[in-house]
Nanobody
Framework: QVQLVESGGGLVRAGGSLRLSCTAS?????MGWSRQAPGKQREFVAA???????NYADSVKGRFTISRDNAKNTIYLQMNTLKPEDTAVYYC???????????WGQGTQVTVSS
């Protein structure tokens, strides 16, 4: 089983930036970020394959950037121009498209104030 540990969440004003990190206990395949806001279902945010092919939800396209460092078994989510509606718990996960075991991190809170 792969353990995922997220970090980098916090409180930021609208228009600000945050960078999330997720480090895995083993080598990583396709990885992704999802988020869950209070009272809402968990939703896809972004994903990156081992070949650095990325995909984004329309709501974050142009503002968020997902990247990875295979040598460190780590992925990142650079979040710019944050909006209050980005407030959520952000979860790192493995194999967001299927094709392998799905593991989740414990989540990191991101709060954007208006």
């Amino acid at each position: 089983q792969v353990q995922l540990v997220e970090s980098g969440g916090g409180l930021v004003r609208a228009g600000g930036s945050l960078r999330l990190s997720c480090t895995a206990s083993g080598s990583i395949t396709t990885m992704g970020w999802s988020r869950q806001a209070p009272g809402k279902q968990r939703e896809f945010v972004a994903a990156v394959t081992r070949d650095d092919i990325t995909n984004y939800a329309d709501s974050v396209k142009g503002r968020f950037t997902i990247s990875r460092d295979n040598a460190k078994n780590t992925i990142y989510l650079q979040m710019n121009t944050l909006k209050p509606e980005d407030t959520a718990v952000y979860y790192c996960n493995t194999n967001p498209y299927g094709g392998g075991p799905r593991y989740w991190g414990q989540g990191t809170q991101v709060t954007v104030s208006s």
